[in-house]
């Protein structure tokens, strides 16, 4: 497996940290720009981008998304203003195997978001980010429910795109 990376020009640098900051809190894309040089990197059909030698986000659905390499290189994602859904350990083994996640696994909610934003989820006991997903239900729908399909799991740790970017 052949991975094929290039330094991006200022130009494209500039242009990729503006489309994150219309996604992402400022100070979370400030803080990981701070890791190092931004490189474009492409591993069989998987578009990824390399900060500072860390593999730090995928293209997902033509959408920038944090990896789990990024996410555990930080230290305290909660001020950094993502949003963050803790799961109970019985749902870990479920997300980590790639199921979406279920309203019922959910212990808490940390920051509020909207149908379709991206999310961190943490497992209960560690506080360790196991899986990055798209939200299928707002924080407030979330909140008022008691059952359903509640994130759909894009990234989680021990998938394809985990194990490619190990490097």
């Not at 033509?62 to 203003?81: E, H, V």
């Not at 008022?144 to 490097?167: E, P, Q, V």
Request: charged share 30%; with cysteine; net charge positive.
């Amino acid at each position: 497996m052949r991975i094929k990376r290039h330094y991006l020009s200022k130009r494209d640098s500039k242009k990729f940290k503006e489309n994150l900051l219309r996604i992402y809190p400022k100070t979370f894309i400030e803080d990981v720009l701070k890791l190092g040089a931004l490189e474009e990197a492409k591993v069989e059909d998987v578009k990824f981008y390399i900060i500072g030698g860390i593999p730090a986000f995928i293209i997902i659905e033509d959408k920038p998304i944090p990896t789990l390499q990024l996410l555990l290189k930080l230290k305290d994602l909660k001020s950094y203003g993502l949003p963050i859904v803790v799961v109970d350990m019985g749902a870990v083994s479920r997300i980590i195997k790639g199921a979406d996640v279920m309203v019922p696994g959910i212990m808490r909610l940390e920051g509020s978001f909207n149908v379709n934003d991206i999310v961190v989820v943490i497992d209960e006991k560690y506080g360790k980010p196991i899986a990055v997903c798209t939200a299928l239900m707002s924080y407030d729908e979330i909140i008022a429910s008691s059952k359903g399909k509640a994130l759909k799991n894009l990234h989680h740790i021990g998938d394809k795109l985990w194990k490619t970017l190990r490097y």
